[in-house]
């Protein structure tokens, strides 16, 4: 290609976006206010008018988004406008070819825009700017709607547990198990240990954090001195459960734990009467909708929510005999290792289609 490369400061100016008084933001103004990352509020004034594209300043630095009509750009935002030199779609998508939150520095990382104009941008004419923008538009819109579905069947992996479960105590109902409460079907519930987090210790300390992914790689489970390891030691088919924070509720099913692993303060472990019910049978219970609405009712308010040993003893389960428990694991673990490998599937798939994103853009500035 013959096209012409410019800085960027010679074909644009950013502008500063500029501050609004607490006072002048209404739920139910007239324009939007717009900041690092989309719109933030509304107002019944505005600060500048047209079609511009908004690049996020500070916060969240290099963020750029399309806007038009009447609006106002916070002081966190620089605001640009196209000219006879630059269509303004096409310099969108060079800022979104370009990534602009690698120039973000500091602390509080922000966007010198000295440093963005400097930038080299090919620049066709303006009719052929247009083209590209046209041709961007279509593929990239293919990739979008691509990226949609993927969402769609995700979500659609995602509930495929969860209806399963229903669909098993429902059953469970009709076929008249007996309603057992968590605390007649284990020997134990329990807080667990409070210690500060170290690099070495007498035990390893299992907390909320470490669990992710419904998966603990122990290798980076830090350690603390621990006066009772006997009291607190994890055991093989243990179940731990988040009673408090972010993810309060949710339960993880200890398997093969090292021989000095204990769990933190935050958790509860449930030691699990597998003459009544088997821990894999009580840990699928534990993510299905009858025990999230159960759970649900039973948060204890305040700030920052949470679920006591108390609470956690009195919910209640359709227990079938155990050869019955035996047959619903098996079936949910087929289950679960399919929804794995959708997901695993799924996710490679939405990352070939990021790259493909990206290699359109290379190929519209700098194929």
Not at 154 to 178: S, T, V, Y
Not at 256 to 261: Q, R
Not at 304 to 309: A, E, F, I, K, L
Request: glycine content about 8%.
């Amino acid at each position: 290609m013959s096209w012409s490369t410019k800085k960027l400061g010679d074909v644009i100016e950013l502008h500063y976006g500029k501050g609004i008084a607490r006072h002048d933001r209404k739920s139910n103004g007239k324009y939007p206010i717009y900041g690092a990352n989309g719109e933030l509020g509304r107002t019944d004034k505005y600060f500048i008018e047209g079609e511009a594209i908004i690049v996020g300043r500070k916060g969240s630095a290099g963020e750029v988004i399309r806007v038009s009509g009447k609006f106002w750009p916070s002081d966190v935002t620089y605001y640009v406008f196209g000219n006879k030199k630059i269509d303004l779609n096409f310099l969108f998508y060079f800022f979104r070819h370009t990534n602009l939150t690698k120039f973000a520095v500091g602390v509080k990382p922000g966007i010198n825009r000295n440093r963005v104009y400097e930038l080299q941008i090919p620049l066709p004419p303006l009719p052929t700017q247009k083209k590209i923008v046209a041709k961007l538009e279509a593929l990239l819109g293919k990739i979008k709607e691509a990226k949609r579905l993927r969402a769609e069947a995700e979500e659609a992996a995602q509930n495929l547990l969860p209806a399963e479960l229903h669909k098993i105590f429902e059953e469970g109902k009709k076929k008249r198990w007996k309603e057992r409460t968590v605390e007649e079907i284990t020997n134990k519930i329990q807080y667990g240990y409070t210690a500060s987090a170290k690099q070495s210790g007498t035990a390893q300390l299992l907390r909320i954090t470490d669990i992710q992914n419904n998966q603990v790689n122990w290798n980076e489970v830090p350690y603390c001195d621990c006066e009772d390891l006997e009291k607190y030691k994890l055991h093989n088919r243990d179940i731990v459960f988040a009673r408090t924070g972010a993810t309060v509720g949710k339960s993880f099913l200890i398997k093969n734990p090292p021989p000095n692993a204990i769990f933190a303060s935050y958790l509860i472990r449930a030691n699990i009467n597998e003459r009544k019910c088997l821990s894999e049978f009580l840990y699928y219970f534990f993510q299905s909708p009858n025990y999230w609405n159960q759970i649900t009712g039973h948060k204890v308010g305040g700030a920052q929510p949470n679920v006591n040993g108390t609470k956690l003893k009195k919910l209640t389960l359709p227990l079938p005999p155990l050869p019955e428990q035996k047959k619903i694991v098996a079936r949910l673990n087929a289950l679960s290792e399919k929804v794995r490998r959708l997901k695993e599937h799924q996710k490679s798939t939405r990352d070939d289609l990021a790259a493909l994103e990206q290699a359109v853009l290379h190929k519209a500035f700098g194929g």
